[in-house]
């Protein structure tokens, strides 16, 4: 999973990404005989939390995963006296 992905409090979660390192003899990831999934912890809340893919498998290579942190910020609110 990739590194610094976020959102601010209340906003659509944005597409998770991830990049794959390994690949020989022209292989991409279209050529893995079961793609990538990826998903977060649940949690709406502002904190951290845990981006896992998964899921990838391919009989030319030993597959691992590494996480990341996804982050949800606080969002700006403004207090205006009438």
Do not use: C, H, M
Request: net charge negative; glycine share 8%; hydrophobic share 35%.
């Amino acid at each position: 999973a990739d590194s610094g992905q976020t959102k601010v409090y209340g906003a659509t979660d944005p597409a998770l990404n991830y990049t794959i390192t390994g690949f020989v003899n022209g292989d991409t990831e279209s050529s893995l005989d079961t793609g990538v999934s990826i998903a977060r912890a649940t949690g709406e809340d502002v904190n951290s939390y845990t981006i896992t893919p998964s899921g990838a498998v391919d009989s030319n290579y030993t597959v691992s995963f590494v996480t990341a942190d996804f982050s949800i910020t606080k969002a700006a609110l403004t207090v205006t006296a009438d």
